[in-house]
């Protein structure tokens, strides 16, 4: 399991005109799903972002977790990151999960969120997504399960 974490100030995902999800201060994750990923996988990137101290304290100093500001999650599901770009010049998506292990592995990481006390919104699986964020700092961290 991949995914890419970007702090940001306020963030949403329309689909059709329509915000499926929208949060103030917090983190979007663009998530991405592999053959092999398993809910441990999931479980694993779910505690290790609810632990992350990405926020500054008085001093200017990354100590507070996203529970610790008041923080939300807008997670959304994204194949591409597994693009391959190695040879030619169209990617090769055949590390990307197909979609009937990745939806439900994506909605359970979703829900280990939960269970790490985060609100968390979504996008929609397999949709075409308008993301607008405000990268805040910016700060891009990159999690990998393997």
């Known amino acids: 399991m991949r995914v890419i974490l970007q702090r940001s100030g306020e963030a949403s995902v329309t689909v ?22 398993r809910e441990q996988d999931a479980d ?3 505690k290790k972002i609810a632990g992350l101290r990405l926020w500054e304290d008085d001093e200017g100093k990354m100590n507070h977790a996203i529970d610790e500001v008041g923080g939300a999650i807008l997670s959304v599901s994204q194949f ?13 998506f055949i590390e990307a999960a ?47 399960s393997k």
């Open 16 to 37: 059709d005109g329509e915000v499926t999800g929208s949060i103030d201060k917090g983190y979007v994750l663009l998530v991405g799903v592999t053959h092999d990923d």
């Open 44 to 46: 694993y990137i779910a």
């Open 80 to 92: 591409t990151l597994y693009g391959d770009v190695r040879k030619g010049r169209r990617p090769s």
């Open 98 to 144: 197909r979609p009937e292990h990745a939806e439900p592995l994506w909605n359970y990481f979703n829900d280990a969120m939960r269970e790490q006390g985060l609100h968390v919104e979504t996008g929609i699986f397999g949709a075409m997504m308008d993301v607008e964020l405000v990268n805040d700092g910016p700060v891009t961290i990159i999690i990998e």
